[in-house]
Antibody, heavy 124, light 108 residues
């Protein structure tokens, strides 16, 4: 079964740090690009970060750039998100999602496998 | 612009057809993908590319695109289709993902 399982969420004080993990199984992890997406309580989905299959290409949303670091370990089938200088507005459920993109009658891009999410709460 | 705009809420009578739209400049370059999210659950991909459904998604879900607007159509809406629906694409640079604000679908 294709599966993504996030872990590492919790309660942290403003200015603190947290490292999220995402364990992949049931597919060849090293062949896929990956994303982190978050959802604040009662709000919509927000794309956070992207990493290529090799880890050589990385992008961040402006809201987290300079504070968050995405990484992966293909030998361990794992994706990570190191979150530093956390703010109250970072409070959210964080999902990892498998990315697929290409060109067929136009550029396409989608996230077809999602984890159940891990909750991060930033509060004093 | 890197934004995608959706109507906040749409309603449909049981068994009728509903269209949910998503507008944004990046949709001139990228097909939108569409996600269904029910309360307390992770998003589920329902449409991607020109008009493709992942395995297990009913064929009452379809997608289309014209200019800067992408549409998700549910033909014969069912009670279980009541959910939030999000469109997603890359921004015009192709480097950043972007989601619409979401549309809450109510099936009457």
């Amino acid at each position: 079964e294709v599966q993504l399982v996030e872990s590492g969420g919790g309660l942290v004080q403003p200015g603190g740090s947290l490292r999220l993990s995402c364990a992949a199984s049931g597919f060849t992890f090293s062949s896929y690009e990956m994303n982190w997406v978050r959802q604040a309580p009662g709000k919509g989905l927000e794309w956070v970060s992207y990493i290529s299959s090799s880890g050589s290409t990385i992008y961040y949303a402006d809201s987290v750039k300079g504070r968050f670091t995405i990484s992966r370990d293909n030998a361990k089938n794992s994706l990570y998100l190191q979150m530093n200088s956390l703010r109250a507005e970072d409070t959210a459920v964080y999902y990892c999602a498998r990315d697929s993109s290409g060109y067929y009658y136009g550029h396409y891009y989608y996230m077809d496998v999602w984890g159940k999410g891990t909750t991060v709460t930033v509060s004093s | 612009s890197s934004e995608l705009t959706q109507d906040p809420a749409v309603s449909v009578a049981l068994g009728q057809t509903v269209r949910i739209t998503c507008q944004g400049d990046s949709l001139r370059s990228y097909y939108a993908s569409w996600y269904q999210q029910k309360p307390g659950q992770a998003p589920v991909l329902v449409i991607y590319g020109k008009n493709n459904r992942p395995s297990g998604i009913p064929d009452r879900f379809s997608g289309s695109s014209s200019g800067n607007t992408a549409s998700l159509t549910i033909t014969g809406a069912q009670a279980e289709d009541e959910a939030d629906y999000y469109c997603n694409s890359r921004d015009s640079s192709g480097n950043h993902g972007v989601f619409g604000g979401g549309t809450k679908l109510t099936v009457l």
